[in-house]
């Protein structure tokens, strides 16, 4: 699944555990008639694909939902669920144009005649 929309929110990446878990948040706001703010988790090694990104650039997120069941002290089931993202892409940058010369440095066609045949299908 993915989530477009422009980044609102960047957090510090933060670290739990003996073993080093990691995990940075992500929210993006969605471009349709009710924006919705979605924070994504980045865990682990995808922590670091946010490095390159700020507030206010437009992103696609690659994203999977998570969902987890937790039994609390009283016996009871909860549920938890949870929105990861696995890879980020920036949308904000058009293609870069060719560097190709001004239309007015080419030469014009001086050996065309209107009394050649028209061969094109349209």
Do not use: H
């Not at 016996?75 to 929105?83: D, M, P, Q, R, W």
């Amino acid at each position: 699944m993915e989530v477009i929309g422009k980044v609102k929110l960047i957090g510090e990446v933060q670290k739990f555990g003996s073993n080093g878990f990691r995990k940075r948040e992500l929210v993006v706001t969605t471009d349709e008639q009710y924006p919705q703010m979605i924070m994504i988790e980045f865990v682990q090694d995808k922590c670091d694909l946010l490095n390159s990104y700020k507030v206010g650039q437009d992103v696609k997120v690659s994203i999977n939902l998570r969902g987890r069941e937790w039994i609390n002290p009283q016996g009871e089931a909860k549920y938890f669920n949870s929105v990861q993202g696995w890879r980020i892409e920036n949308l904000g940058s058009a293609p870069k144009a060719q560097n190709l010369p001004p239309v007015d440095q080419f030469e014009p066609a001086s050996d065309i005649s209107d009394e050649e045949p028209d061969d094109l299908p349209f």
